[in-house]
Every structure is written in C-alpha cells, then in structure tokens.
C-alpha cells in the first residue's frame, strides 16, 4: 500500500506540472518515434562573494569610534528576498577582535548591513540572528560580475573608548556572513 501511495503521487506530480508520466518507445516501421521526459531540478541558490578584509588604523589624537567597511555581491536566482546572518570568532560567536598573549584581550566591535550600496549600513546586526527581508541580490551572475557589480554594505564599528582602555598589540578577528534564500 505505502509503494501504491508514493507511486500515486509522483503521477500526480507529474500530471500538475505538465510532465510526461513515462518514456514511450516507437514501434518498427517505416518510421519510428519515441518520446522521453526531461527533468531538471533548480535549487534555490544564494552566494556571497567581493568581500574584502577590513584594516582599522587607530589613532590616538583622533575622536570617535573607528569604523570600517566593505561591499559585497550577493548572489540570487530568481527573484525573492535573502538573509544574512553574521557571526563572530569571540566566545559564543561574539563580535570581537582579540590581541594574543600574554594576556588575550577581547575587544567587542558592532556590525551593520546595507542591502544597497549606499556607503552607510542601515541595519544593525546580532550575533547568530538572521537579517531577513533582504533585497537587490544579483540574478545575473553569481560574482556580480555582469549585472551591476557590488550591491550590498558590511560596516563594523569599534568604540574608541575600548581601544584607548586596551593594552597595546595587534587585535584580529573573524566576521562571517551567511546569505541565505527565503
């Protein structure tokens, strides 16, 4: 019964969407036709790419937090919406830079996302939570390479007040997002 029900579905499958239920044979003549079913499956594909690292230069005599950027691509066929979600190589996947030893220290940084180019991020972003109803993905090509090149914004910002407290060294981390389809 269970082999007659998944059988009665795929039937059924392939009559909703116009397919042709089974490959048919020709016969000997003169001529002879034969027919077969085509099928190609689609995923829903997203990529990010374009990215470029994010240098901060701190500087003492200066005001304010340091802030840094990059564009993307982001890849998406078809039409739809994407989201990001970012995380960071802190504990917990923390948005944090960190010096090495002797004594680590983890400084927290923010980051913000702009599904545009438009040289400031718009959307704060939490750690491990996705950013949804994104728009403007490339459907061209998945590099962005045809179809209007970068065409969204990452921002970090580190508070000026963490840099001055911090002891001295050189402080890295790992930013990474993950584009999604909806």
Known sequence: MKNFLKTTALVTSMLATGGVIAATQGTVGATSTGTLNISVDVEDLVRISGLSDILLTFDITGTGDITGSSTACVYRNGAGTYSVNATGSGAGDAFTIQNA??????????????????GTAAAGVTSGTALTGQ????????DCS???GANAFVEVTVPRASLVAAPAGTYNGILTLEVAPE
């Open 101 to 118: 030893a002797p004594v680590p220290t983890p400084i927290a940084y923010s980051v913000a996302w702009d599904d545009a180019v438009t």
């Open 135 to 142: 728009t403007g993905a490339n459907t061209v090509s998945d």
């Open 146 to 148: 045809t179809g209007g």
